[in-house]
């Protein structure tokens, strides 16, 4: 009985085959996504060889791709497609919150600024976690979620602006001091560590790795989520939509067999190149 | 060097100083009456048949055998007869060689070089053992086999040379100015470098070195180096420090490049360590960017001199012109980069110090809070998840 194999399997895609599937990211916030980790893949892969340029592993990855002349040449094409998103993006924020005045930008529960609720549910959150409190209902973007976002978007302009000012040194060094030539290179490196460590255990284990997860969330990359999920993450936001009478406006199509299985092999790809790369980066900065 | 003709004279002076009788009893043609015979052997298994024309083309081919075999008086001769006393000739050589570290005659007959006995020829002919580009595979008898090693302690170096900027400017390139063995070890009177009168003893290796690079050697003498060996303080690097003895590579190949840092770093201990620390080292060490900055390529390789020298490149006069070299638009501002800032130094480079101590402190912090964060959070998770499923009676995956 093929067709009935089927079924199953497609109920056994989100775990809840019938029901409600809403709208959570556009097809544009799905595609940034996916320009940012690849990018990011292709940032920390080229530029941990460079930050451990002694340990045994990158220097038998950079004899294995044509030495330091290719890894550099695609650790600075990662970072142009990277620049290019970034600047899409603010523009895109400036286009909606200040050009456009839409609502839910810079403020409120649809913004990606923290708020004092976002505090309140740090603490919360942990007190749940210690079995000393309730958990928190959450809104739009938990606070971790925005945690990322802003380590993400501050990592960028640290890490791009250290980067650019050594791929132009000579040039930068018309309006910076001397030593910040030096400085920028601690910095880069540091940052650029600190972001590999945090996204590659932090962000995988928060995200994707959890329980309520496990083993991967598909809704940045179909950019739906189940109606039961909807509700058990961001309860908050589900209750105010259903109060506002907007949550017939979110129902989105239940995403195909295709699409999620496509998904997972590129999901389960990122999440594997980024731990080996966590391995490979904790064996050496313990090496050292 | 000596003629043929002049040669030859000689030889015929040598032959009658050596003619212990106004006239030899015996001719060539007598003695190869019986010695022509190709398969010709003595009691243990030798062969002393001679080869009449490679005898007489050879540089003792106008000698009577009688000059050499001196023992020999008349016909028919002893089985047993006395070895051919080169020295009898040969004085200088002999006299080179006695105090050398072949001076054991019996492990090193003259004919371990010279070869066969009956067909030397002069240096200058290609058919010589000791012709300049047939000396390495002369020496490489004994000098490249491991049994050299195990007996003398002594590194198989004939692969490490013919590999070498010399070896191959012999082997492949042909030249006879190439270095060879003798260039640099010398002929009969060779020593131990650990002998000072060695050429190739450390103090002495420059001035070796600087008979063929004599352009070289002068400009190493004007070097912090230089001088420091000059003055007895032999720590100092000498030619074949840096450029190895035998497996001397071309300094602009990769592969010299590439090692090259290594080799400062072994006496400057600090400054290789904060070299390391910046991107001219990160990106030497992957290969592929040979180009990058190597000590040499700043401090100057053979007259290297302190930063306060005016004539040093890294003198702060100098560097917009040494940093220029690869960096183009490099301005007084660039050259305030320090390429051997060291950023745990608080003293020397403040800013530094605290620029990586505040990323140092951000990056543990965000970690562990996020890990203490999320490791509750699985917990926490994992066993609302287990409850939830006892709940519901399913098991507990």
Known sequence: MPDLDRVVDVKNVQGHAEGRFFQRFTRAQRYMHAVLFTTFLGLAGTGLPLRFSQSYWARKFASGVGGFGAILFFHKLCALVLTVAFLIHVKDIIQRGIVNREKGIFWGSTS???????????????RWMLGLGPKPQFERYAYWEKFDYWAVFWGMIVIGFSGYAMWFAPFFAHFLPGWALNAVLVIHSEEGLLAILFIFSIHFVNTHLRPDSFPMDMVIFTGVESEEEFKHKRPLEYARMASEGKLESRIGEKPQTWQVNFSRVIGFTAISIGLILLVLTLSAYFGE | MMTDSGMRLALLACALLVGTAPALAQTNSDCLTCHADAGMQNASGHSISVDEHKFGSSIHGVLQCGNCHADIKGYPHPDKIAPVKCATCHTEEAQGLAG??????????????????????PKTDPKSAVYPLNIPKTCSACHGSEGMAKQHGLASVYPLYIDSIHGFALSKEGLLVAANCMSCHGSHHILSRKDPLSQT????????????????????????????????????PVCSDCHTAHAILQPTEAEFRTQSTPICGSCHKEKFSTYRDTFHSQLGALGGYVETARCWDCHGAHDVLPASDPRSPVNQANLVKTCGRCHAGAN??????????????????PALYFIRLFMNLLLASTLTFFVIHTVLWLIRSRYDQ???KKAEGGNNA
């Open chain 1, 112 to 126: 990606m600024v923290g708020n004092w609720k976002d505090v309140k549910d740090l603490f919360g959150h942990l």
């Open chain 2, 100 to 121: 050398s570290v072949h001076s054991n005659a019996a492990e090193h007959p003259c004919t371990s070089c010279h070869g066969d006995a009956h067909s030397i020829y």
């Open chain 2, 201 to 236: 003893n450390k103090a002495n290796v420059p001035k070796t070195c600087g008979n063929c690079h004599a352009g070289i050697t002068a400009d190493y003498e004007l070097g912090v180096h230089g001088k420091a060996i000059a003055a007895g303080k032999m720590d100092a």
């Open chain 2, 332 to 349: 007084a501002s660039f050259v305030q980069y320090q390429p051997h800032a060291n950023a745990r130094n608080r003293k020397l480079n």
């Open chain 2, 386 to 388: 287990i409850k939830r």
